[in-house]
């Protein structure tokens, strides 16, 4: 990593996933932060532990750039703004999603009507049950200070960070590559070791699992270049790791081919006979949020293989 550029890990208070990478974007006479994580006491405390390792303070921060509004990646940025008057930055496809926490009752209200679409109705009427989370109640999911565009690049006083779009994670998901080496800011677009989710969010894409092909040739046609992502440590080749994404998303979609062909008539059918995780578990022994998830990643897989041309195979995802 660049000495302009520095990774501060920030707890978070999930279970299965610790820490989130925050990075420092060193100017000439400020920062600017990548992802400043969960709005809680204890990720403030090592934001601020961090910059003073780097011999700076949030006031010298001049700006927050997010990659995508999950609450991991979002929700401290808008408590910056609220007690330091940082401007915050975000992609603009996502707008729906955060319009929605004002629109929309409930956890996860879209994906009710999804899950009945896709045949899983007992496991619908389960999410409808969910509540938000205390933290999701306590926080004014608000919209950004400035919304960023595909291209656009954000000067950090001598240096800068281009925004490309890569939807599919969420709608409006971008990446920032560094001016100076190249190296991409992934977010979760791109992870070392896990396979990103797709559609996790309020307002999800219809057309979830195509955009996020598309938005991984992307990142692959980009060749070598340092991978920076939002959890897990940096590794050399973001263009090799999205080409192995796209690999085990083609194996996924000829596996649910060939359970569609079988007679497996619905999303929620062709999961149940699928194995899920690293670990290879039955969709039944999944918890309630992750069968969602399960559920409906078979249905953008679906929704993908409809969109291939006739005689046009899982291959063409790479």
Do not use: K
Request: hydrophobic share 40%; glycine share 8%; charged share 25%.
């Amino acid at each position: 990593m660049s000495d302009h550029l520095a990774r501060i890990e920030l707890p978070l208070p999930l279970d299965g996933l610790p820490s989130v990478n925050c990075y420092a974007v060193l100017g000439e006479d400020d920062v600017t932060l990548v992802d400043p994580g969960w709005s809680s006491a204890d990720t403030l405390a090592a934001l601020t532990g961090g910059l003073a390792h780097l011999g700076r303070t949030l006031d010298d921060v001049r700006q927050v750039v997010v990659t995508h509004h999950h609450w991991d990646h979002y929700t401290q940025a808008v408590s910056l703004r609220r007690s330091h008057g940082i401007p915050v930055h975000l992609g603009r496809g996502e707008a729906p999603s955060i319009r929605a926490w004002e629109d929309l009752p409930g956890a996860f209200p879209l994906q009710v009507g999804m899950l009945r679409d896709a045949g899983a109705d007992t496991l619908a009427a389960e999410v409808a049950a969910i509540r938000e989370d205390v933290h999701e109640r306590a926080m004014d999911f608000t919209m950004p200070s400035a919304w960023l565009d595909d291209g656009q690049v954000v000067d950090c006083g001598g240096t800068s960070l281009r925004v490309i779009a890569t939807p599919g994670h969420t709608r409006g998901h971008v990446v920032f590559e560094d001016s100076a080496t190249g190296a991409l800011l992934t977010g979760d677009h791109v992870l070392p070791r896990t396979t990103p989710s797709i559609a996790y969010e309020r307002a999800p894409d219809p057309r979830s699992l195509t955009t996020y092909l598309a938005s991984l040739r992307l990142v692959a046609g980009l060749g070598d270049r340092e991978l920076l992502p939002a959890h897990g440590e940096a590794t050399t080749s973001a263009g090799q790791r999205a080409l192995e994404l796209l690999e085990h998303h083609r194996a996924r979609l000829s596996e649910i081919a060939a359970l569609r062909d079988a007679g497996h008539a619905t999303p929620a059918a062709i999961a149940a006979r699928m194995r899920w995780t690293r670990r290879e578990r039955r969709l039944e022994e999944l918890e309630t949020v992750h069968r969602m998830t399960a559920v409906l990643e078979v249905a953008a897989h679906l929704d993908h293989l409809d969109r291939l041309e006739p005689g046009h195979s899982p291959e063409g995802t790479t």
